[in-house]
């Protein structure tokens, strides 16, 4: 079971979710729009887009299954909601919505933990299935080293539910903190939880803070604790492969995420100039970031090790499914 842990999509209409006026201004997210063909903001473009992810995944025979991320709120530490901060924004349901309607995509839900509802909501969310928890602590305003997230860590370790925290630096959306060291999920680790660093602690920018070494250190280290591939595909983050590659015990830590709708471009470096061009070729970008990770030969374990973590059965017909 082949499992692409780390997908984003994005809600437009109320009870769905939001992009703020900013981000919708933002180069990246015109060139998304453009490429994709995603008209107005509006239900429309969400039915769009997720049509193009589910046709994506459709034609990615290499992946069984991809968790789509629901992003939460801004909260301030007395959990109040910041609205004025938060530029995107991802419901809960609307990604459990998409989950049932979509045989191959399983639920990532987001809840910060200072909200004052934090374990009430993870549970109501663990009880429609799902599968993980996502957070993005520079952007939402977390520090996974803060007291206030501990309760919420004994909740994820009674559920078993896997923890996937953004490390490194972060380009696409503002940052309000600088959580960004893999060193600061040490309570979740010591609380019993599995922790899968998003991104491996690479850089966002080629001069900005970089923590693969912090990464490689606490993956050897801790039993529990992961790094995901999102996003390695781009040049800033492409460094970490050498990380991931030198050491057996690192590459046993790893597991298959692609940050969809990142854009993935070949590690040139690694792969060549005419491979990496043959590459570029492949216009599926969920498919070319597989692709490219087949290229660099990452083994049969790294493919499945997903489902493993996240305890995930398939049925010989039908829904992939949380474990019971
Ligand atoms: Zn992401």
Do not use: K, W
């Given at each position: 079971m082949r499992i692409d842990c780390h997908v984003h999509l994005s809600g437009f209409t109320p009870g769905h979710g939001a992009l703020s006026p900013r981000l919708l201004r933002s180069p990246q997210f015109r060139f998304l729009r453009w490429k994709f063909g995603i008209?107005?903001?509006?239900s429309q473009a969400e039915l769009d887009l997720e049509r193009l992810l589910i046709s994506q995944l459709d034609s990615?025979?290499?992946?069984?299954a991809a968790v789509v991320l629901a992003f939460d709120a801004v909260y301030d530490k007395s959990g109040t909601r910041l609205d004025a901060d938060t530029h995107f924004f991802v419901e809960n349901d609307y990604v459990m919505e998409i989950a049932a309607r979509n045989r191959k995509v399983l639920f990532g839900v987001s809840v910060?933990?200072?909200?004052?509802d934090a374990i009430a909501e993870l549970e109501r969310c663990v009880n429609r299935g799902a599968v993980l928890v996502k957070w993005l602590p520079i952007t939402q305003g977390?520090?996974?080293?803060?007291?206030?997230c501990f309760e919420f860590y004994e909740a994820l370790a009674h559920h078993k539910i896997p923890l996937l925290s953004h490390t490194g630096g972060e380009m696409m959306l503002p940052n309000v903190?600088?959580?960004?060291?893999?060193?600061?999920?040490l309570p979740a680790l010591r609380r019993g939880v599995t922790v899968i660093a998003a991104h491996c602690?690479?850089?966002?920018?080629?001069?900005g803070n970089d923590y693969v070494r912090q990464f490689v250190k606490m993956a050897i280290e801790h039993e529990r604790f992961y790094g995901d591939t999102a996003a390695l595909n781009l040049p800033a983050r492409w460094h970490a492969y050498g990380s991931i590659f030198d050491d057996q015990r690192v590459m046993a830590k790893v597991v298959h995420g692609s940050d969809w709708a990142v854009m993935p471009i070949p590690p040139v470096a690694r792969l060549g100039l005419s491979r990496s061009v043959q590459l570029m070729e492949e216009e599926n970008w969920l498919r070319r970031d597989v692709l490219i990770k087949q290229a660099i030969g990452f083994d049969e374990a790294y493919w499945n090790r997903c489902a493993t973590l996240l305890r995930i059965t398939v049925p010989e017909h039908g829904h992939v499914a949380p474990h019971a």
């Open positions: 008209g107005e903001v509006g990615t025979p290499e992946i069984d910060h933990p200072y909200r004052r977390i520090d996974p080293s803060d007291r206030r903190n600088q959580c960004a060291d893999p060193v600061l999920l602690g690479t850089r966002s920018s080629p001069f």
